[in-house]
Nanobody, 125 residues
Framework: QAQLVESGGGSVQAGASLTLSCAAS????????MGWFRQAPGKEREFVAG???????TRYVDSVKGRFTISRDAKNTVYLQMNSLRPEDTAVYYCARATTGPGVIPNAARSYDYWGQGTQVTVSS
């Protein structure tokens, strides 16, 4: 059965870095764009970054541009490198598979079907 499993979260000080990983099992994930979302307490789930099937196109929410980098490898793992972390980055981070074509990176949660269980990132000031 297709499954996504995130890892790499933790508690860090502001300015630190973390790298999240999303391991995908199942052959179908390599054919789709993938995305990272986050959800802070009391807030809606927010698109953070997405990457096309081939990895040559990426998309970011404005608040993380220049600080976060999304990538994927041939082994069905998607990464989110997070630098210069801020307290406002504190959230549960989820990876997900898009339902769109290979080159389209949607930012709406409704355009993603498979989701991981999430990994907590806490940034203290």
């Amino acid at each position: 059965q297709a499954q996504l499993v995130e890892s790499g979260g933790g508690s860090v000080q502001a300015g630190a870095s973390l790298t999240l990983s999303c391991a995908a099992s199942g052959r179908t994930f390599s054919f789709y764009p993938m995305g990272w979302f986050r959800q802070a307490p009391g807030k809606e789930r927010e698109f953070v970054a997405g990457i096309s099937r081939t990895g040559d196109t990426t998309r970011y929410v404005d608040s993380v541009k220049g600080r976060f980098t999304i990538s994927r490898d041939a082994k069905n793992t998607v990464y989110l490198q997070m630098n210069s972390l801020r307290p406002e980055d504190t959230a549960v981070y989820y990876c997900a598979r898009a339902t769109t074509g290979p080159g389209v990176i949607p930012n709406a949660a409704r355009s993603y079907d498979y989701w991981g269980q999430g990994t907590q990132v806490t940034v203290s000031s």
